[in-house]
């Protein structure tokens, strides 16, 4: 009778790896469904996407700057935009002003 192998500390190393790159990674794309229509703006403020929100937001400027150059390449700028804006109480958000 053969036991069964329990996962490594190897295995666990990439799984935690791969999800934290996937997480904000896949910021960018639900900002572009969000632009598209696909999912409500109102995601990217809730709890799945408010960390990296935040980040863009109001983190420092180096790594908000980074999120949105990720976001704008995604196609999904304008979505992060009018989050900001509506967290901000409509107020316009000054790096869109910028372009």
Same mark, same amino acid.
């Given at each position: 009778?053969?036991?069964?192998?329990?996962?490594?500390?190897?295995?666990?190393?990439?799984?935690?790896?791969?999800?934290? $790159?996937?997480?904000?990674?896949?910021?960018? *794309?639900?900002? @572009?469904? #969000?632009? &598209?229509?696909?999912?409500?703006?109102?995601?990217?403020?809730?709890?799945?996407?408010?960390?990296?929100? $935040?980040?863009?937001?109001?983190?420092?400027? *180096?790594?908000? @700057?980074? #999120?949105? &150059?990720?976001?704008?390449?995604?196609?999904?700028?304008?979505?992060?935009?009018?989050?900001?804006?509506?967290?901000?109480?409509?107020?316009?958000?000054?790096?869109?002003?910028?372009?």
């Amino acid at each position: 009778m053969t036991s069964p192998r329990k996962p490594g500390v190897a295995f666990w190393a990439t799984v935690i790896a791969v999800v934290l $790159l996937a997480y904000p990674l896949s910021f960018g *794309p639900a900002c @572009r469904l #969000v632009h &598209e229509g696909i999912l409500p703006w109102s995601i990217l403020r809730s709890v799945p996407y408010r960390p990296c929100f $935040l980040l863009a937001a109001y983190g420092p400027p *180096p790594i908000s @700057r980074f #999120v949105w &150059e990720w976001v704008g390449f995604c196609g999904g700028e304008w979505a992060l935009g009018f989050a900001k804006a509506d967290e901000d109480l409509r107020v316009p958000v000054p790096y869109l002003q910028l372009k």
